[in-house]
């Protein structure tokens, strides 16, 4: 049996099961490099992520193109994206800008 968690794995989930803060989705925002909006996570579609390693891909609420994805910390092999291993689960971010409301800072 695999503990594996399924899509969907939110951003929250990952915090909570790390054993960080609490953390809502609607607290985190990010901004699309391609149409430029500050968007919430908790607004973004999510899709089942394409890399086995990832688990949840959210995508511009506009889609352009992910900017966060969740999923297995080792890699999270989406080019150029900031990293984070929370526990046993990790949260990629594509975007130069970074994540803003994260706990703890950036990821
Ligand atoms: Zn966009």
């Keep these: ?45 999510l899709e089942p992520a394409e890399d086995p390693s990832e688990i949840t891909a959210y995508r511009c609420r506009n889609g352009c193109a992910v900017l966060l994805v969740t999923g297995h910390p080792s890699p999270i092999p989406l080019p150029g994206a900031q990293r984070s291993r929370i526990g046993d689960y990790g949260i990629g971010a594509n975007t130069t800008a970074g994540i803003e409301g994260f706990p703890g800072g950036q990821p």
């Excluded at 939110?10 to 490099?33: H, K, M, Y």
């Design 1 to 45: 049996m695999s503990a594996s968690p399924e899509h969907p794995l939110g951003i929250e989930d990952v915090v909570s099961r790390g054993g960080l803060s609490p953390a809502s989705d609607s607290l985190v925002t990010i901004r699309c490099e391609v149409c430029g909006v500050m968007q919430r996570a908790s607004k973004m579609p």
